[in-house]
């Protein structure tokens, strides 16, 4: 499985360390930056992540800020884009099962132990069949104003 992986400035430690546990659980990790805490707009960096996981280039996403609000509703403006900001591994849970997201966004400032188990649940919950979870997907993702 391929990740991709942005963040801005606030989210760059918490990134370093996601970085080296997914690589040493044996998943293939696309970083996209940035690459310092240097203050950077974070919504460049979730538009570059969100591509890469519409064009199908990565399996999944992470997004990280300081708060990990602004990146998910900057990665969120992008059509067929899921992002979820998850606080609990049962956030990342519901966020796979109900909504089918494809990107997990984390808060730079959550203690990393903390993080990598939202993150372990996020990468290892599927989305099953649901009529129900499947008709309220396809109204997000298939929004144009006024249809609905």
């Keep these: 499985m391929k ?3 942005a963040n801005d400035h606030g989210g760059f ?9 997914l690589k040493k659980k044996g998943y293939e990790v ?22 890469k996981v519409v064009d199908k280039e990565v399996d999944f996403g992470i997004a990280i800020c300081s708060s ?5 509703i900057a990665c969120n403006k992008v059509k067929g884009i899921r992002c979820a900001k998850a606080d609990s591994t049962r956030d990342a849970k519901l966020s796979r099962i109900d909504n089918d997201a ?12 903390k993080a990598l188990d939202i993150l372990d649940v996020f990468l290892t919950t599927g ?22």
């Design 3 to 5: 990740i991709g992986i």
């Design 13 to 21: 430690k918490l990134k370093t360390k996601i970085v080296n546990y």
């Design 30 to 51: 696309e970083d996209i930056g940035t690459f310092s805490t240097e203050s950077v707009d974070y919504p460049d960096f979730a538009f570059k992540l969100s591509a």
């Design 68 to 72: 990990g609000i602004g990146i998910s």
């Design 102 to 113: 494809n990107i997990l966004a984390l808060s730079g400032r959550m203690p990393t132990y």
């Design 127 to 148: 989305h099953p069949e649901a009529e129900r979870h499947d008709r309220r997907i396809k109204k997000i993702t298939d929004y144009e104003e006024g249809k609905y």
